[in-house]
């Protein structure tokens, strides 16, 4: 069963709905601070705020869209857009994974370089970590950043439900 774990062009509309609406929400703030000033309102330029800050956003999520990890028949692999594999280790020589300890996720295996992999959204955090769970049990090495402690709770959770089986 092969599982593949990256952004796609969903999160990408998504940090462009999410810009619009701060840019428009900026723009406008800017617009109505100018008016109540009485200050003449130049609709060029609350134009490009409202578009640079609409495009910066996605701008930052779409190299994400470069890299992905697939996880399968036990081996970890590192991908350049979706085809050309940069980096693989086995499930079972992992010693430690991080989560959102940077950004992203990072692999480290017993025998060779550790896998980097940045940018990905928490919730495909989540779900790489659960799938590695379900792989390997036994594993317990991961160690979470300060912004993945609802990955952490559900990780727990996870662990406790197969404990309890």
């Given at each position: 069963?092969?599982?593949?774990?990256?952004?796609?062009?969903?999160?990408?509309?998504?940090?462009?709905?999410?810009?619009?609406?701060?840019?428009?929400?900026?723009?406008?703030?800017?617009?109505?601070?100018?008016?109540?000033?009485?200050?003449?309102?130049d609709?060029?330029?609350?134009?490009?705020?409202?578009?640079?800050?609409?495009?910066?956003?996605?701008?930052?999520?779409?190299?994400?869209?470069?890299f992905?990890?697939?996880?399968?028949?036990?081996?970890?692999?590192?991908?350049?857009c979706?085809?050309?594999?940069?980096?693989?280790?086995?499930?079972?020589?992992?010693?430690?994974?991080?989560?959102?300890?940077?950004?992203?996720?990072?692999?480290?295996?017993?025998?060779?370089k550790?896998?980097?992999?940045?940018?990905?959204?928490?919730?495909?955090?989540?779900?790489?970590?659960?799938?590695?769970?379900?792989?390997?049990?036994?594993?317990?090495h991961?160690?979470?950043?300060?912004?993945?402690?609802?990955?952490?709770?559900?990780?727990?959770?996870?662990?406790?439900?197969?404990?309890?089986?």
């Open positions: 069963m092969s599982k593949e774990f990256g952004n796609t062009w969903k999160e990408v509309r998504g940090a462009l709905i999410a810009g619009l609406i701060i840019g428009l929400v900026i723009a406008a703030a800017v617009g109505g601070m100018n008016y109540h000033q009485g200050r003449p309102l609709l060029k330029m609350l134009m490009v705020l409202f578009l640079s800050i609409a495009l910066v956003i996605p701008l930052f999520v779409l190299p994400t869209l470069l992905s990890i697939r996880i399968e028949d036990g081996i970890i692999s590192h991908w350049l979706r085809r050309r594999k940069l980096a693989e280790g086995r499930v079972e020589d992992l010693t430690k994974v991080e989560i959102a300890v940077g950004s992203g996720a990072k692999f480290y295996f017993a025998s060779q550790p896998i980097s992999f940045m940018g990905a959204d928490l919730m495909i955090l989540q779900a790489m970590c659960l799938h590695i769970m379900e792989l390997r049990p036994d594993f317990d991961f160690v979470f950043g300060p912004r993945a402690a609802m990955i952490l709770k559900t990780v727990k959770l996870f662990q406790a439900k197969q404990q309890g089986s």
